[in-house]
């Protein structure tokens, strides 16, 4: 059977997230789509495709949501020490 467009894209998204530690936004700007596509094909769809796959990503996902503050708090510091 062959595989679908958007289920090639939930895999491709996977290994992207899972190889570079990436974000849902960086993984959205990579591939073109919304935040809310890539968090509905890793959360949803992923997780009825391969199981295994999602428990992965979802260890990458949820170490980047404990480190979002310290990411938002060193942003706001270069803010306001006028670096880019």
């Known amino acids: 059977m062959a595989k679908t467009y958007i289920e090639e894209r939930v895999f491709e998204l996977a290994h992207y997230v899972i190889e570079n530690k990436s974000t849902v936004r960086e993984a959205a700007k990579k591939f073109y789509i919304s935040k809310s596509t890539v968090h509905k094909d890793i ?42």
């Open 43 to 84: 959360v949803e769809r992923l997780q009825a495709f391969d199981k295994d796959l999602y428990l992965e990503v979802k260890q990458v996902l949820d170490e980047n949501k404990a480190e979002r503050h310290l990411r938002g708090g060193m942003a706001t510091r270069k803010k306001y020490l006028g670096e880019k």
